[in-house]
């Protein structure tokens, strides 16, 4: 979304003041076009201008009309959740065990994207990718024991990465 704002100074000189915008929120700059008796034929395009705070500090022409587009501030990605699962708690030394992973929103609704990598401990073991909030590894190298078993979503650009808890098989 954009915020376009026109500002008309109807007075004989220029008018240097700040331009303050409320309830919303701006990206770094701002487009400004503008028309005035430097060039009567055309809306000119001027250089991008910094905004701060919120806010444009301006010299607007004397006679003239200046447009302003604002862009929205880059939101930040939601925060996401990872649990992970297997297929089997007590493995026997070659059984295939299928490792789960359901990566959802923290809060509200969505699908994340990606892929989970899942350790045995700080032991990568494998990726897998996310199809419908559900990420999955099979294997069947995991020896004879106890192992802790997470699983570790690298996040997209709508959700922040996020690491279940450990699951002891």
Request: charged letters at 0%; hydrophobic letters at 40%; a neutral charge.
């Amino acid at each position: 979304g954009a915020l376009t704002v026109v500002a008309i100074n109807k007075t004989t000189s220029a008018i240097q003041t700040t331009l303050s915008l409320a309830n919303f929120s701006s990206a770094s700059t701002a487009a400004v076009y503008t028309y005035s008796n430097a060039n009567l034929n055309q809306m000119v395009a001027g250089s991008p201008v910094s905004v701060a705070q919120n806010a444009v500090n301006y010299n607007f022409p004397a006679y003239s009309i200046t447009i302003f587009v604002f862009t929205t501030a880059p939101s930040a990605p939601a925060a996401s959740k990872t649990a992970v699962s297997a297929s089997s708690i007590q493995p026997t030394q070659g059984q295939s065990v299928t490792l789960s992973a359901a990566v959802a929103p923290a809060s509200g609704s969505g699908t994340p994207t990606g892929s989970v990598i899942f350790y045995d401990g700080a032991t990568q073991l494998g990726t897998g990718s996310i199809s419908g909030g559900q990420a999955t590894y099979s294997t069947s190298s995991l020896a004879v024991g106890s192992h802790s078993i997470t699983a570790a979503y690298s996040g997209d650009s709508n959700y922040s990465a996020s690491t279940s808890a450990a699951l002891t098989i």
